[in-house]
């Protein structure tokens, strides 16, 4: 489903256009007795409250108790090109701009689920890929579903010949794995222009896709047994935690250091770390 939303007119971003609309897609596993629902969205991550209202208000709303806190999971592919104004945190609507960079890592284990109708027609692929989707550069202006949303764009476009985006039968995830938070610019800083950017994540989403598509074609395992989903509410603020064989600790309510907003040593942030007057104000402000 379309998840692009308002791209002009609200107090989000900075962004002056669209590049890659943005996509929502679920899929669905059901053993009979129990189901599981598995969600990934362009976005850069799924807050508690976006959790909350689309299990508890927009699928309660139309399906009563069949979707529930226990069996949907909802993932975020963690771009660094959608809309900012979604996460509904304070710290996170204060400023939304982050840090983007260019591709990419590869890895050597990558998962994927492939779906079939009882025909074993291919009717779904979902992938946990290893790289950031940071393919559009600190200075880009365009909403983007980046490396991993051209990939799933490309994939579906092959699968479903003839549809428009998002609307085919055949759906394609790209879902987040190992990204980590450090930059994947294996290749030192960007300096390319706008044009050539797009031609990087095009790149970069070819080269997933290629990899993926091989994995998909000679996919044979079959995954059988029960579906069982489970979830489990932890209050991070006061956990024991295990030090050594002698000594605990307690965790503590949320904060973010200096270290935060550091940025990485080829794409570091706008101010100096503990120098800037500006960002110990706000450092002061969490604080207390």
């Known amino acids: 489903a379309d998840c692009t939303g308002h791209v002009a007119d609200l107090p989000m971003q900075t962004e002056r256009g669209i590049h890659t609309r943005l996509f929502s897609r679920a899929f669905i596993m059901d053993d009979g007795s129990k189901r599981v629902v598995f969600i990934t969205a362009d976005t850069g991550m799924v807050s508690q409250r976006l959790r909350l209202e ?5 699928l309660k709303a139309k399906y009563r108790d069949l979707y529930r806190q226990v069996n949907v999971v ?5 771009k660094h090109s959608c809309m900012g104004d979604y996460f509904h ?3 996170f609507m204060i400023t939304s701009k982050g840090r983007l960079y260019k591709p990419l890592s590869s890895i050597d284990i990558i998962v994927i689920m492939k779906f079939t109708d009882l025909d074993r027609d291919g009717m779904g692929l979902l992938s946990w890929f290893g790289i950031h989707p940071v393919s559009m550069k600190n200075t880009n202006r365009m909403v ?3 490396n991993l949303g051209y990939a799933s764009y490309a994939f579906e476009q092959e699968k479903n010949f003839g549809f428009l985006p998002g609307e085919g039968p055949f759906v394609a995830s790209f879902s987040s794995s190992n990204l980590e938070d450090s930059s994947p610019n294996i290749l030192g800083l960007s300096h390319l222009s706008y044009c050539l950017i797009l ?3 095009s790149d970069c989403g070819v080269s997933a896709l290629l990899y993926l598509v091989n994995l998909y074609s000679s996919a044979k395992q079959e995954l059988h047994g029960p579906v069982y989903g489970a979830h489990q509410w932890v209050n991070m603020t006061d956990e ?3 030090l050594n064989s002698t000594h605990t600790g307690r965790t503590c309510k ?6 935060f907003a550091a940025g990485t040593t080829d794409g570091g942030e706008n101010f100096i770390q503990g120098k800037e007057p500006l960002w110990m104000f706000r450092s002061s402000l969490l604080v207390l």
């Open 144 to 146: 983007s579903s980046d």
């Open 254 to 259: 949320p904060a973010l250091g200096h270290s």
């Open 199 to 201: 031609i990087c994540i």
């Open 54 to 58: 689309v299990i508890l208000q927009e």
């Open 74 to 78: 909802m993932s975020g592919t963690h």
């Open 89 to 91: 945190y304070t710290l």
């Open 240 to 242: 024991t935690v295990p």
